[in-house]
């Protein structure tokens, strides 16, 4: 059963639109163990914000591990309450929006996974959402917030269309997904489009669908000193999820933030 928060959401990303597809095309599973080595030494509660259909959930369930989960997409979730549906170990499923976080218990572990802070792209909102993190970690737990490294990412936000794939479907139908990001450096934001397509066996396009993307790219000194402001101290920063340490070349900044 999903409990419902604020239904009146301004959503960056509205993925209300592709919940149905959008396991065919992320169906990415790099960052598994990494959240799976956290949820495994926490001794309390765990909270995952953000998480979508539940491609980080639902492998971490399947492991014996209990969760929160909690998403501001209600279509994203209810794909989720199907994919566990048999599983005996049941998430918790809420619908939220991680800046009105109201849960009303304390976690030894929150994380959120896929670079799904920068989704947040109001700064006053991020510091917000850090706040309400902050109050539902409990005094000795630990947060992660996954973001990639602007340098990296700003390389494909140059307003060029590319393919990302062709991915397969159920009843031999197959799904085509392109996009185009642009970087505005005044807003260090990135805007553009994705789009889908669906076709039948006969490679007959079937349905076409496209989704406004608008996120923020954070860097490392920005996020420190807002994560400093709501009461957090960086733990350590990882460039990848092999916990290798953060360099200027690294992909992602990984960070793990306990309570100072």
């Known amino acids: 059963m999903i409990m419902r928060g604020d239904e009146s959401l301004l959503k960056s990303i509205d993925f209300d639109f592709v919940a149905d597809i959008y396991d065919a095309y992320v169906a990415v599973d790099f960052d598994i163990e990494f959240f799976n080595k956290y949820a495994k030494a926490a001794k309390g509660k765990r909270l995952e914000l953000m998480c979508g259909t539940g491609r980080v959930s639902v492998p971490l369930l399947k492991k014996g591990i209990t969760l929160t989960c909690v998403d501001y997409s209600e279509e994203m979730l209810k794909v989720l ?41 109001d700064s006053e909102k991020q510091k917000t959402a850090l706040d309400r993190i902050f109050h539902h970690l409990s005094d000795d737990g630990i947060f ?23 991915f397969p479907l159920e009843q031999e139908k197959s799904l085509v997904v392109s996009y185009y ?41 920005a996020f420190g000193i807002m994560a400093l402001e709501s009461g957090f101290a960086v733990e350590e920063v990882f460039g990848d999820y092999d916990f290798s340490q953060f360099t200027e070349e690294s992909r992602f900044m990984n960070f793990v933030l306990n309570k100072r």
């Open 144 to 166: 992660i917030c996954t973001l990639y490294n602007p340098c990296y990412r700003i390389k494909t936000a140059d307003g060029q269309f590319r393919v990302l794939g062709r």
């Open 81 to 121: 309450e199907r994919k566990t549906t048999e599983l005996s170990n049941k998430p918790r499923i809420v619908c939220q929006d991680v800046c009105e976080l109201n849960l009303e218990e304390k976690y030894e572990l929150i994380y959120i996974p896929f670079n799904s802070f920068s989704e947040i792209t």
């Open 181 to 221: 990001n642009q970087y505005d450096a005044k807003t260090q934001s990135v805007t553009g489009m994705q789009f889908y397509e669906i076709y039948n066996s006969s490679n007959v396009l079937t349905d076409k669908r496209f989704l406004e993307i608008h996120f923020s790219l954070i860097s490392k000194e």
